[in-house]
């Protein structure tokens, strides 16, 4: 399909559901405002071993790092070591201790990360109605630290789409529906609830790690959940505050219908306000669940707090 | 004092306990050893209410941000975000979606943030026995890797010293002890059992925001845990696993016994292996704790994973 | 005066001189046009002595750099010394060698500059017509490249005004005119010619090095050139290919008849293509000019040909 | 022959010349001293038509740069441009200014630059003897300040050796001596005197933006002048100030009798004190040389001047 014939967001998503207002006027945390202190003693209630797993990806591995086409690899530098002290260039702490510092550069979506609710849009306004313009320089509404200020708590599920497909990973824009995620919970034996926080596993990040970056990158089309208002509907009626994948963008990069770019960028995080962290490491903890039997937990990640930003990186912690 | 009076931290601490070899030659999580499934389920046990409190401040505040003298401000740039679109500079998305995006450049001891175990030390050796050499640019050993990694998770209890000595915030270098701790858990009516958690507020970070910078940067000497060797016996026999408080070296800046700064890094962290984090935002956590009297509850902390790094930004999630 | 009153520069300009499309609709780089072989030779031909003088101020001064209110401060760091060799992490060249790297970090305006002639404007267009949408994500056009690529030299003359007022430095918000200019040539015994490269001494960023931060950027003013209709014309009829003063703005920051920031931004460079470099080392010089009574010289200067860049460092060069 | 077999350069060197002292104990600036008021005349004797050149490189441009293997490629960002103002996030300067304002972060040595005499050695020592140590945390002695606070005017000599072997360009560690450039020199018609700054051609930069990457950096070898005490000998003998050349480290990458890595850095830079720019682009000033006879010039490089930096960017400008 050309370009020009794909059709606006705006228009396929004109009968979309939207949260716009729902929580008031002045609302920047969206469907983690389902994420009530009950929803968190759920979470609380479905840890059973004290098991813990990290879902971040490491930060500059030497192998380099899963990124958005376009983004740059996160750069870290010494500022001071041990050759500084033994080079007589240290700092002359009395007392003599010394110490080693760094510094980093990088994209603030360029590891596993929170989206801001304003980080994307179609049209003129962002998350709430708030005019896109609040973007501009940084975000002035509904950026990263609302959400990371609030922090994101809740009983979750883990739904594994390559496990459930007999895959080590997804295929290349291969795509997926709620329908999918309902037929692999059940597989699973695991029931989704009203305000679980889903996490679905493709299996495309860890596969990062042995894949050449030609081949991984090369007509970059990750696989993942896809468009259709039934899947709207669902995410809608289901409360669902939060979504979490290890790709990096959370959804099947083209919509093979009518190929838009991320419409559920914009019909779950813009319309309905759910939030999306994204390149999650995500094999371990399969990788248990599967072993146990127990694929829900308590889920708590606090992005950073980055002021006016358009998210901010994390490391998710799961209780199992 | 004279600097050159000043006596050696190896020398203080010749007769201090260490942990080196404990768990093994190549450990690099230290006391985190200590935070096993049983002392995870005791933090889930102490939750009550579901309240969640995010610890971390914010990065790129417009009054700035609290940091070590000598470590730069965190910057946040925008890449794209509605201006670019709206002067026809923005990406073409088929469909017509839109994003803004942003990248930072920050100390990773510029905010919030965990040290890693090698990031301070005295002598010619880091944590468990590695020599310093380790950490020529970037720790090939006892980085903050594999603690975010593993994570830090465990039942935990705050001490509120400012509170319990009636101010606002403690004053310019003044100290207390282990018993001073003991104290106000005692006036709190909370108890620190083996393997908790430890977290202390003295007010200093919350204070940053409304104190000029002329002010609180003059004569640097930040309020503090003091060395004693009876206060390293407590931590060490206590089992303590890990230390945060709302200043940004978590210790007096300068022993005012010795003069030697930062003599707990050494004692506590790198020759105990507690792990250290710092520049914490307590003050509505405690706020809740004097209101409800509960001051313990589930701590969990993920640092971001950075390869080598010295140490990492991060948010954590108190749950009660 | 309220900020509402000022009138708007496109107001106050709207008879000014223009040279828009004088030399073509693709034109970047406006008055260098004038530099024409024949003025690079007048400037090779005013060489007496084989003097040299630098005209570039230090980046990352241990005092600091003068630097436009609201840029940051240049970061350099070093990647790799002889620290990391003596702690066996440098590079194993075969033979035995060893290196220093650096790496900077550095706003393109940040130091002695030349501004790109798109850099600045009023109204929706930049030099030469473009539609100041040319700037949005880096200049697409009158970017600072095709001033670099072309390089700017020519037959230059140094107007002492600190001198000629019998000052060290010109006081807050001090203003002078082509009058004055052409007083001080006088005074000095040289004659401003069509096309000459004009250099103007206030003291101004001299004086940075001795006076406290808190003095040189209070209420910041700087002194310098003011906007007249006399003026422009002066220039035009002069065909003045390019200002270069020691200010960080090059004009006084605040017209104080109308109230306006930089008239002559936008009357000098984006109208009449003037090229501007700012931030300028002359005391040595005009030490020297003072001692031996040449006041005219040969001017060369290479900005970075920084892709799409605003402006870029510079280190100009005189052969007197 | 395998890396451990390579014998060391201090070795290799231990009877080459050395101008260490020749200027004094405190010297930085090495054979820029032959630079004296009179060269710099000859340099301005030799210009005869006005031709101007500038010979640096772009930086940021969209098909990459060329940068050693390791460093990192320059990143250029917009801080504030027309969008901002279009989104109503400019800057609110009385009278209606706008401004497009831009950062970079590169590498310091990471385009067209001139080496700080101290940034590479064996031994224990740098130029003139300073001890390596003064590289710790930025260069204290011998850094690229001095040179940048100097600049580097003369009388220059381009050889083409590129034309001169009838190539486009020289092929992967081709290489060439002193009798080359002899050669080379006579069939141009042109003489290499004392004190000359020495340009040399081979192509390779100019190759390398027609070149993919991955044929451009494989297994990394660059054509250039090659190592043997008679050279050195030579360069010692004719004073030469200054080397420049189109390639990235201004000699082959490999000795290929020794096997050592960058031996001339060692013998003209460190030990005998000659001032180096890299990454020059050359391929239009060799064009005009050929097309009007004139192989020499005047030769002007003001190096940013960067404190404690290990080199710095550079445009450097040639007056025919």
Chains 1, 2, 3, 4 share one sequence.
């Not at 797993?53 to 930060?59: D, M």
């Not at 939030?275 to 371990?284: G, N, P, Q, R, V």
């Amino acid at each position: 399909m050309n370009h020009e014939e794909v059709p606006l967001l705006t228009d396929i998503l004109k009968d979309a559901p939207k949260n716009w207002g729902k929580w008031g006027p002045d609302d920047e945390v969206g469907c983690l405002n389902y994420l009530t202190s009950a929803e968190v003693l759920r979470g609380i209630q479905s840890v059973r071993s004290g098991k813990v797993f990290t879902l971040g990806v490491p930060i500059g591995h030497p192998d380099g790092d899963p990124i958005w086409p376009g983004r740059r690899q996160a750069q870290r530098f010494n500022i001071r070591d041990r050759g500084d002290y033994l080079a007589g260039a240290g700092v002359n702490y009395p007392g003599g201790g010394q110490d080693a510092d760094d510094l980093i550069i990088m994209a603030l979506q360029g590891s596993t990360q929170y989206d801001a609710l304003g980080h994307f849009w179609a049209g003129d306004q962002v998350w709430n109605g708030y005019p896109a313009e609040i973007t501009a320089g940084g975000l002035k509404k509904a950026s990263i630290f609302p959400l990371a200020d609030k922090g994101i708590v809740g009983h979750a599920v883990l739904i594994d789409m390559a496990r459930f497909r007999n895959k080590p990973v997804l295929g290349r824009g291969e795509t997926f529906t709620h329908l999918d995620l309902l037929a692999a919970a059940q597989a699973q034996g695991v029931t989704i609830s009203k305000r679980d926080i889903l996490i679905v596993r493709t299996g495309w990040i860890g596969s990062y790690y042995s894949t050449p970056d030609e081949v991984f990158y090369k007509d970059f089309l990750e696989p993942g959940l896809t468009y259709s208002p039934e899947l709207l509907n669902w995410f809608h009626e289901m409360e669902i505050p939060n979504l979490s994948t290890d790709t990096i963008a959370n959804e099947v990069t083209v919509d093979p219908e009518s190929g838009a770019i991320l419409p559920l960028h914009v019909a779950l995080m813009r319309n309905l306000g759910i939030t999306m962290s994204e390149i999650l490491a995500l094999d371990k903890l399969a990788e248990d669940c599967a072993a146990d039997g127990q694929w829900d937990f308590l889920y708590s990640a606090g992005p950073l707090k980055i002021w006016n930003g358009t998210g901010a990186p994390v490391n998710p912690i799961v209780i199992k």
